[in-house]
C-alpha cells in the first residue's frame, strides 16, 4: 500500500470516527437531558418553574431542598420503598429458582419434546404482558387473594398477588440457557462418570460458571420490579401496601387537577435515585452476564 492509499484509509477512519463519535454524544444528550431536567424542576421555588424564558442553571441561593421534605410528607414514600423491597425480593428469589432449573433442564437433559416445548415458551415471548393481566387477575381472584378482613390477612394476600404470579420468566430462561450452553459437555459426562447426581453438577459446576449471568438476571428482576405499576395497582388498594410506582401516582392524582411541577419531580427523583445508583454499581455485572451468555443454542 502507498502513501497516498494510506492517506485516503487514515481519512476515511477520521471522518467515521466523526461521524460515530457525534451519533453517540446526540444519543447521550436524549437519554441525559429528561433526567437533567427533572433534577432542575425539582429543586425549583414556585417562582423559577414559571419563569420565561426557563432557567437552565440554578445558583446555590436557588436551590429549595424543601420539595424533597413536602414530597415525603405527602407520601409515605419510606414505606414504599420497604414494600417494594419486600416484593423485589421474594419475587427475584423465586424467579431465580425456577429459571435456574427450567434453563438447566433445556440446556443439559435430554428429554423427549425438549426442544419442541423450549420452541413454544420462546413463542410466547411474542404475546404481550398485558394480555397475562386478566388470566393472572382472574387467578389471584379466584384464589381468594384479593381483599381480607384484617391488616395481616391483607397483607399476606398483597404479597402472594403481587409476587408469585411472576416468579418466572421465559426471557431469563433463555438468558440463563444461552450461558448454561456455553459450558463444555466433557465436564458433564466426566462428573456423570465420577457419579455426581444432575443436582450436584448444577449447584457445583453450572451455577458457578454462570455467576455472572445469574447476578444479572438478579438485578433486572429486582429494577422491574421497582418499576412495576399495573399490576401491583389492580391487586391492591390499601395505601400501606402500595410499591413506590403506586405511591407516586397516587399521591398526586389527589389533588383536584392541581399540579406541583418541582414537588412531583422531587418524588420521582427520589424514587428514581436508588436504581441510578444500583445501575452505576453493578452496570459492570450486567454487560458481564450479557456477554457470558452469547449465542449458542
Same mark, same amino acid.
Not at 419486600?86 to 433442564?105: D, K
Not at 405499576?229 to 389492580?234: A, F, M, V
Given at each position: 500500500?502507498?502513501?497516498?492509499?494510506?492517506?485516503?484509509?487514515?481519512?476515511?477512519?477520521?471522518?467515521?470516527?466523526?461521524?460515530?463519535?457525534?451519533?453517540?454524544?446526540?444519543?447521550?444528550?436524549?437519554?441525559?437531558?429528561?433526567?437533567?431536567?427533572?433534577?432542575?424542576?425539582? =429543586?425549583?421555588?414556585?417562582?423559577?418553574?414559571?419563569?420565561?424564558?426557563?432557567?437552565?442553571?440554578?445558583?446555590?441561593?436557588?436551590?429549595?431542598?424543601?420539595?424533597?421534605?413536602?414530597?415525603?410528607?405527602?407520601?409515605?414514600?419510606?414505606?414504599?420503598?420497604?414494600?417494594?423491597?419486600?416484593?423485589?425480593?421474594?419475587?427475584?428469589?423465586?424467579?431465580?429458582?425456577?429459571?435456574?432449573?427450567?434453563?438447566?433442564?433445556?440446556?443439559?437433559?435430554?428429554?423427549?419434546?425438549?426442544?419442541?416445548?423450549?420452541?413454544?415458551?420462546?413463542?410466547?415471548?411474542?404475546?404481550?404482558?398485558?394480555?397475562?393481566?386478566?388470566?393472572?387477575?382472574?387467578?389471584?381472584?379466584?384464589?381468594?387473594?384479593?381483599?381480607?378482613?384484617?391488616?395481616?390477612?391483607?397483607?399476606?394476600?398483597?404479597?402472594?398477588?403481587?409476587?408469585?404470579?411472576?416468579?418466572?420468566?421465559?426471557?431469563? =430462561?433463555?438468558?440463563?440457557?444461552?450461558?448454561?450452553?456455553?459450558?463444555?459437555?466433557?465436564?458433564?459426562?466426566?462428573?456423570?462418570?465420577?457419579?455426581?447426581?444432575?443436582?450436584?453438577?448444577?449447584?457445583?459446576?453450572?451455577?458457578? =460458571?454462570?455467576?455472572?449471568?445469574?447476578?444479572?438476571?438478579? =438485578?433486572?428482576?429486582?429494577?422491574?420490579?421497582?418499576?412495576?405499576?399495573?399490576?401491583?395497582?389492580?391487586?391492591?388498594?390499601?395505601?400501606?401496601?402500595?410499591?413506590?410506582?403506586?405511591?407516586?401516582?397516587?399521591?398526586?392524582?389527589?389533588?383536584?387537577?392541581?399540579?406541583?411541577?418541582?414537588?412531583?419531580?422531587?418524588?420521582?427523583?427520589?424514587?428514581?435515585?436508588?436504581?441510578?445508583?444500583?445501575?452505576?454499581?453493578?452496570?459492570?455485572?450486567?454487560?458481564?452476564?450479557?456477554?457470558?451468555?452469547?449465542?449458542?443454542?
Amino acid at each position: 500500500m502507498n502513501e497516498k492509499d494510506i492517506r485516503k484509509s487514515q481519512i476515511k477512519r477520521t471522518v467515521f470516527n466523526v461521524i460515530l463519535y457525534t451519533f453517540l454524544v446526540l444519543v447521550a444528550l436524549f437519554v441525559i437531558i429528561p433526567f437533567y431536567w427533572m433534577i432542575l424542576t425539582a =429543586i425549583k421555588s414556585d417562582f423559577d418553574l414559571v419563569v420565561v424564558p426557563p432557567k437552565l442553571f440554578l445558583k446555590y441561593n436557588e436551590i429549595v431542598f424543601q420539595n424533597f421534605a413536602d414530597a415525603f410528607e405527602r407520601a409515605p414514600f419510606g414505606r414504599n420503598m420497604l414494600n417494594t423491597l419486600i416484593v423485589a425480593g421474594i419475587s427475584t428469589v423465586g424467579t431465580l429458582i425456577t429459571t435456574v432449573f427450567a434453563a438447566f433442564a433445556f440446556a443439559r437433559l435430554n428429554f423427549k419434546g425438549r426442544d419442541l416445548l423450549f420452541i413454544v415458551l420462546i413463542a410466547t415471548m411474542m404475546i404481550p404482558g398485558e394480555i397475562f393481566v386478566i388470566t393472572n387477575y382472574s387467578t389471584v381472584a379466584r384464589l381468594g387473594w384479593l381483599g381480607g378482613n384484617n391488616i395481616p390477612q391483607v397483607y399476606s394476600q398483597a404479597l402472594l398477588a403481587m409476587t408469585l404470579p411472576f416468579m418466572t420468566s421465559v426471557f431469563y =430462561i433463555f438468558f440463563l440457557r444461552q450461558s448454561f450452553k456455553r459450558i463444555p459437555d466433557e465436564l458433564y459426562f466426566a462428573a456423570k462418570v465420577d457419579g455426581t447426581s444432575d443436582f450436584k453438577y448444577l449447584w457445583r459446576i453450572m451455577v458457578p =460458571i454462570a455467576k455472572p449471568t445469574i447476578i444479572t438476571i438478579t =438485578i433486572l428482576n429486582a429494577m422491574g420490579t421497582w418499576n412495576a405499576y399495573i399490576w401491583p395497582n389492580l391487586v391492591t388498594d390499601n395505601a400501606s401496601f402500595r410499591l413506590v410506582t403506586d405511591g407516586l401516582r397516587n399521591a398526586y392524582s389527589e389533588l383536584g387537577g392541581r399540579t406541583i411541577f418541582n414537588e412531583q419531580m422531587a418524588a420521582a427523583l427520589i424514587i428514581t435515585t436508588p436504581l441510578l445508583i444500583t445501575f452505576l454499581l453493578l452496570k459492570k455485572y450486567i454487560m458481564r452476564g450479557v456477554s457470558r451468555s452469547g449465542i449458542k443454542g
